[in-house]
């Protein structure tokens, strides 16, 4: 399990070498994967690894050296649309769902452009008085490289799904089972509550500001919703009842034939899932993963409960440490707690599984966005997604906190997504 | 203008009435029209004329005099699969987007269909026991066949919007133009404020419960977004900016060659408009209408300013009387306010124009929904919509309250929706 | 059973009345409809009965009183849009998906446009010399009026069929079943044979030059395939083995979950399929109809057969009368062979069904197509559709002949469409 | 200019080494590709060079080894699926749009499994007796994989044009142009002529039975048309003159917005084009290539012309000698004829570019599919095809002759294919 270091407030002179882990921890992702793996596009919601490892490279070309730089020259003029994601203010950029059209430049030549850049990046620091002028944006491309790291994981692992030979990414499977852990119900109370994000330490724009927040009182789930829990509602006919469903929902049910999560398959043996291990027979006691928010909405209607909002999940998280199966764990797939509870407390609030919410993805009271192209980050998003809490076995520890808001489609079901429920007091 | 009478503790002996009167009020708008144009669907989103006036009418026969009528026979068997909108719990239903195949039954059918359920209902109702038991369905299906009044209203003129002669529904016009009301900011204090439906008379269960919300000090603009504002936005490039649009919003805006709200026209003369009156030039001082959630939001921002939450809208109107452009009187259109301001409040917070706010559709807190088949009124469709509030130029006086939440996907523009912007203190 | 009078040369002093008999019974065809039935449209493919009625009139308004009625005025200047068909060289036209979103003008108002028309083409060709000129333009219209008279009644059937209640377009049933007609093998000689028309008498553009084709010995069927065959070919397993398909074919029968000739439904009691007279069980005698090309050659080659050239079925045809269970017989369906076959000769090559051919439509060599927009009839159409002969129980008698060519797309099933099997000699 | 040794019959004994040859040749063509190359799929109509390469050896996997080899065991179990192109006959396939999700096999592991092929296929033919009874399917499978080079060099010539830096599959430009020539009619006479293969050597069975047609007289152009000609008709407005083209094919310029053939692209110096070799500027002496069957058409209306029918074109083509720019030329784009014409003959009858002819795939009277899956091969692709001849510059010299067939649907632009106008005498 991993325990991501104490929060505080970020030292510009360790930035360079923490930007160096980052950098390498995505390197580190990708190896082993052949030009092949990382040049094709599942689906237009996906992206090649190669995308991903451009971009973020990308991302400190176009936002770092570009600015700063003295005598800037782009390592190909070609990338900065090609490899532009969704800047309109940086101007053209090539379709998303014609990512995997790029068999040039190969899978080389962007690893070329990584050391590239990240030599010249390194370089420009080197000056401290620079280093300070960047520092927001190196710390920002940090984060958002972070979050490609999770995005690669699951990209790929969507692409090598839909190979009939079900490929594992690692081979392998690292861990011994344990023993299921209870659900049980926690209380919190009601009244005025901060959230959001303040103080030291990064933040995206859409974690604040911190304000307050009236809150019920209300329970949550000691655990997330557990491998078993859907069992239980596939075989109650929970894929077969309209009216443990959302109308939306309903639809893609029906649209998507779905009869179980992403990736599992019904075999004589009883439900195996794709994980990046191969495929692999479901555990009951693991977290639930690959779910929708509509699975995680009637799973938990089904149980007599409803998700938690956004802003009960981070009242009930408190100070939880960020630790967990997290993407350092290297496990790449959720599994059961391995650690006692705490009197009171839940279990698995960090890793595992990204925890749908009911909470759709807005501006918090008096969101501002930043200024320039950065400024596209977050806030053009804010319409008709949900927003999931707590990162999963793909989320590099040192990317999240408590205030962390991560956000989908309610019908996407490719990231690691599950859920914990709650219900009224 | 239209003033609704007091809100008051429904009376049971009054129901019979009331609901005659509504009936007829129905009747009265598809006065006029032929088989044709009520038989004719113009998209999946909208339903025929026909089918709103025998859907009205089933819900009576099924959910009134099914349960509730000795020796209870259909009017049609038929009818129970054909009408059914989208009521899981009752069975089968003909599917939406095939609504506008139905010649048969014809018109004069339906209309027969409506003065027998309106007779057995009448006579079943003549005994007070039974009027007492059924009084809450009555009472629902009453505003629930003024929902349909105005979807009547919007349906058709969605079908007509597509005849290349631009027919009129009405003809003449009523009005003469009124001095335009300058937009005003009024200033409205943060704290914990009530919203929602308590007490008496009638409210959907979406509406409830009653409880409090915390809010930030805020200004609300004196009347909705006009049609010279969306002029002076479209001359400003406003259509052609991805700065201004939320990302979703772009895309509507670049695959559905958005250019101009829905129904405009560009001639030689300037910009006009199809209304229920035929084609009519834009007036700068009419509520701007047929606005998407995201066209709203984009002229939002132009402005410097936001959509207000739907309880910064709530608690802005504060009690405010019902009244203003409404179904009753007649115009069909929004027009400028012929009333003058009060000091420190808003105009138009009623009618005209449906009132876009940035608040998802979702449940309130300790939000039950009902038991059996009209537990689906609601609930179900709590995802990936947005509130409108106030009532347009298409609804029922009596249908309307401060707490009466509308919903819409983003992108729908067929409504009479429009908006009034926000900002905070 | 209806026998066409002889061929012979058009005599123009006749064109008026057999003009107005034309005309007369296209609007004999539309008697009992509402003007709901006659304003829906079932999908793009086929059009509202209203439609046709329009566009037939706006032939004659077009295309003869524009040019030769002297101070001609339109009835309607926005009808030259609305009701034009498909002629690039008119100018604009309203599209074609959306003939169904035209409640107005309604069918009161098309029928006055009829009238009016008939009327005036009427008093313009009292004019000897101006009926002279005008007679090929007249006789191409009625022509085109009867080919219209085949698609109201294919539209409307395909309309009806989507209505639950499965409404009858006519009552009763007006035949008896008859004793079934056993397949025979037929043969006939190869050599260079003349087809095409030429000569006295009306004929397409499409059906000329004649001109001498070679041909090989081959059978012919001396009845078409019947529903007892389809019936054996489904008990086969015919839908389910893809051997027997063209490669096309096959994907239709996956994506359209075709298990059976359009309109037929399986029931407790065996098939039953929707007719212009309601729901009717499905009778072995009859000729198969509601086949597409797909179809009619997968059955033939389960048959060890194959589908006719249009030539093979032209010279089979020889001078066989224009005679059977065409429009005028009033049955709107087909129905088993109420004749004794001669000696040697085939059964029911006119009438009943139109027989689909392996021929592609393409030019006879030399084909010409004629000056100016009546130009677009034909040639234009010419790629992906294939010929189908001999009339159906929707063809009127004194529109067909051995030389007619009909022509839709491989997958159309909507039209009294089956097939008669060949084989080489 | 490249050409075919001369025709006769296949001498088994031969066999094994001009296998070895084509095998050899596919390789070089796929040399210089890296894996990523290899496996993205532009289109669904279009695979990965990867698949071409593991299918082609799958053809001689399934169809040679699993029959005749003693003691055979598949090279990977799952291949036999996977790599299956469209034979029911042997069981599920791989869907076709989904050939480009698989990265793995990579391309190493593909080519290992071909080296292994040809081993085992090369020791199964050393015993005289098993070469003997596989000639048949030997001979077959060189064939098959000739057509599956020449979809090498258009499949990926589609995928590199969707690259934004249009990337050069191979560089250098290997000609200097010459003189054009110029467009001369010559005369054919009609009558009784033989068509189709017959005796020696090599043919598809949609090449067979030899049979006699009759022709009318008929002229041909001395040679393709030319990009000089598409750039006049495009000049001409040709393609916004919807009189010019079949109702199909003006449907696909305006879905399309088809403004000049595929690749074409727009400078400030006129017309450049992509090719193998990047992009280059249009010459006008170039035969015209990437036209669909519709823009054919339309080009040669324009021209007061037609297209031929295959029968005509063959006939033409008579005893011409299968010779000049082919796949073995190492150029892969048409260019100007370097040959003098002799006297009443044409140019470019082979190579450079496939010439759409007028006439629709179909069987040829008599015309028999091979028992077994190989019977899958051409029969059941015979509806909505058209019927192109004479090879192009990607098509290798022994697999052509003046009987070949190839088809497209006539939308199909990505092949190397032009035309070839014709007109009666």
Known sequence: MIRR???????????????????AQ??????????????????????????????????????????????FRPF???????????????????????????????LDRVLAYRREVDERVQALVRDPARL???????????????????????????????NPARPAYRDGW??????????????????????????????????????????????????????????????DDGYRRPELWLSAGWDSVLQGGWQAPLHWERGADGWSTFTLRGLCPVSRDVPAVHLSYFEADAIARWMGARLPSEAEW???????PVEGNL?????????????????????????????WTRSD???????RTAEGAVGEYNGKFMCGQYVLRGGSCATAASHLRATYRNFFPPQARWQFSGARVARDA
Chains 1, 2, 3, 4 share one sequence.
Request: glycine share 8%; charged share 25%; aromatic share 10%.
């Open 174 to 235: 690292p861990l011994t089972p344990v023993a299921p852990e209870p659900l049980r119900w926690l209380s919190f109370e009601g009244g005025i509550r901060p959230i959001g994000h303040e103080g030291r330490g990064f933040a995206f724009d859409n974690e604040q500001p911190r304000h307050d927040v009236l809150l019920r009182p209300f329970e949550l789930a000691s655990r997330p919703i557990s491998h078993g829990d859907v069992i239980d509602f596939i075989d």
């Open 5 to 23: 270091q104490t929060r505080s407030r970020p030292v510009p002179a360790l930035l360079p070498q923490q930007l160096a882990d980052v950098r």
């Open 76 to 106: 190909d003029p070609a990338f900065r649309v090609l490899f532009n994601s969704y800047y309109e203010g940086i101007g053209n950029k090539h379709p998303r769902p014609e990512r995997g059209m790029i068999s040039r430049p190969d």
């Open 314 to 320: 981070e009242v009930a998280c408190g100070e939880e």
């Open 327 to 355: 993407l350092e764990s290297g496990i790449y797939h959720p599994c059961a707690s391995r650690k006692p509870a705490r009197p009171g407390r839940p279990v698995q609030m960090f890793g595992d599984v990204w925890e």
């Open 26 to 71: 995505t390197l580190a992702l990708a190896g082993g994967l052949s030009g092949e793996d990382c040049a094709l596009q599942s689906m237009p919601d996906a992206s090649p690894v190669k995308w991903h490892l451009a971009h973020t490279t990308w991302f400190f070309e176009v936002f770092v050296l570009e600015s700063h730089e003295p005598g």
């Open 132 to 162: 300070l002028r960047v520092a927001p944006l190196l710390t920002l491309g940090m984060h958002h490289e972070q979050q490609h790291q999770e995005l690669i994981l699951t990209d790929l692992k969507d692409l090598l799904s839909r």
């Open 361 to 367: 993805y807005g501006a918090y009271p008096g969101f």
